[in-house]
């Protein structure tokens, strides 16, 4: 899955990225209102996390264009404590879910899994569940009956958009933009090869390719 986080607080930014990055989500940065804007509308992000009070443009009128202009991309704000007042502005402009600072980094790793998973329609599971796979976000593995089978961090990542995903084509192209931030290269050639990974360790049939479309996850004869 693929985050912009929008935050002018450059400390704050570099250790909430890595923290994202460690639960196996690529993130894109960026510090100005006006540039998440442009950016925010313009990526496929799976959701986006805004801090309010930011330079260039408040993160409330970010918000509020980014519905206006159609923009349905879950979205979670960061607000100052104490100020109900800007978590009830930002809930009214369309925000999904709000963290006061401080916040500890758990709580943002669990709102940010809840929403996506909500976003897909999964809100019943508290945890991934498809195609008789149990995946354990915390701990990056899976499992089958009961059995756990360790994943890579490349396979995890794949895993999981698949399990959000499933029984829909993905094109190795969609997956790689999915997959990776805007600063890495993206081949889509990598995908194949984790796509190969994740079938040896989990049958051939976990993820069947459509040819010149894509692969499937899941689903009938999955
Ligand atoms: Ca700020």
């Known amino acids: 899955m693929r985050l912009l986080l929008v935050e002018d607080n450059v400390p704050l930014a570099d ?3 890595s923290a994202l990055n460690r639960q196996g989500y690529a993130v894109d940065w960026l510090a100005d209102g006006r540039d998440a804007i ?8 799976d959701l986006i996390v805004l801090d309010l009070g930011l330079p260039g443009l408040p993160g409330l009128e970010v918000l509020q264009k980014w519905r206006a202009d159609g923009l349905s991309t879950p979205v979670l704000i960061l607000t100052a404590r104490g100020s109900w007042a800007e978590r009830i502005e930002g809930l009214k402009a369309g925000a999904d879910d709000y963290l006061t600072k401080p916040f500890h980094p758990e709580e943002l ?3 940010i899994q809840a929403l996506l998973r909500r976003a897909r329609g999964l809100a019943n599971q508290p945890k991934l569940e498809a195609a008789g796979l149990h995946l354990d976000e915390g701990r990056q593995c899976v499992s089958r009956d009961g ?13 999981r958009y698949f399990m959000l995903h499933p029984e829909q084509i993905l ?3 969609h997956l790689a933009e999915h997959l ?9 050639n990598v995908i194949e090869v984790h796509v190969n990974h994740l079938r040896r360790k989990l049958g051939r ?9 894509g692969y499937r996850f899941g689903g009938s004869g999955g």
């Open 38 to 45: 442009h950016q925010g509308a313009s990526e496929p992000y």
């Open 205 to 213: 049939a976990v993820v069947q390719t459509r040819r010149g479309q």
């Open 109 to 111: 790793q669990l709102r």
């Open 171 to 173: 094109s190795k192209s």
């Open 147 to 159: 059995d756990e089978i360790q994943l890579t961090a490349a396979e995890f990542r794949l895993l």
């Open 15 to 17: 250790e909430l990225v």
């Open 180 to 188: 990776y931030d805007g600063e890495n290269e993206r081949d889509s």
